[in-house]
């Protein structure tokens, strides 16, 4: 269980901004839902919820996803539904319940690059951007490479309109935790491999994009693939699985992406 001495619903992303770097305890908050897995001390959380950021919305050419916007939205909304053959719709209904669903934020997950999460593979391998109050917006690709939490907040995240999608886990019941999960996707013709719960943060197999799109998609070049994806990308244990099993079990789960999108 976590705790904080002070609390701050604040009426402006800039008054949120301001209060964040009062203290290097001071902490966003979003839905809490998985800080209560910890068990840490904060100066004073600061509440997004009056900034009606809980939107999902259609523009020219993204998506666009308020940060505070839940993984029920993702799952009920009809433009997610619709996006990249309801691939957010998939990837989060498995997690817990209704209830738990309703008050995780998306925001909140992304920011904290969460290793455990099904929605962070499936963003990255859909191309999508994640747009900083201060760092402006950036690939998610490029957010997740770095190494440190910013001093900053995340704001929406942005997705392109047209592609296909398809997310593959493996967990030991059906609203456990995942082992391993994938989400492979086709946007222009060009395929992204994305990998998560390594255990760790989400990466992409550019080895087997870089097969993928550079031969016919034949089934022995999806082997290959899967196999170039087994050999770059690093596994490893923990109680739900070994690295081994997660490399094994990785690769049927690509393949099975794979033949989906194409």
Request: net charge neutral.
């Amino acid at each position: 269980m976590f705790s904080f001495k002070n609390y701050i619903a604040v009426t402006s992303l800039e008054e949120a901004y301001d209060e964040l770097l009062k203290n290097k305890k001071n902490i966003i908050l979003g839905g809490t839902s998985y800080l209560r897995m910890g068990n840490v001390a904060y100066n004073t959380a600061i509440d997004l919820s009056n900034l009606e950021l809980d939107y999902i919305k259609e523009g020219e050419t993204c998506i666009h996803i308020g940060a505070m916007a839940s993984f029920r939205d993702l799952e009920i909304n009809e433009i997610t539904q619709q996006l990249f053959d309801g691939v957010l719709d998939r990837c989060v209904r498995g997690i817990l319940g209704v209830q738990f669903r309703s008050n995780v934020r998306v925001g909140a997950t992304v920011f904290s690059k969460y290793g455990f999460s099904d929605l962070i593979p499936t963003l990255l391998a859909m191309d999508s951007t994640v747009v900083l109050y201060k760092g402006g917006e950036i690939s998610l690709e490029e957010y997740l490479k770095e190494e440190s939490l910013r001093r900053d907040i995340l704001v929406e995240i942005k997705i392109k309109k047209e592609g296909r999608g398809s997310f593959q886990s493996i967990r030991k019941s059906k609203t456990d935790y995942a082992i391993t999960n994938t989400c492979v996707t086709k946007i222009d013709d060009k395929i992204r491999v994305a990998i998560g719960v390594r255990p760790g943060k989400a990466v992409l197999s550019y080895r087997a994009m870089e097969i993928l799109n550079n031969n016919e998609r034949t089934e022995e070049i999806i082997d290959r693939a899967c196999e170039a994806m087994s050999e770059e990308i690093s596994f490893g244990s923990n109680m739900r699985g070994t690295a081994e099993y997660r490399r094994a079990v990785s690769k049927n789960l690509v393949k099975r992406a794979i033949q989906e999108v194409l």
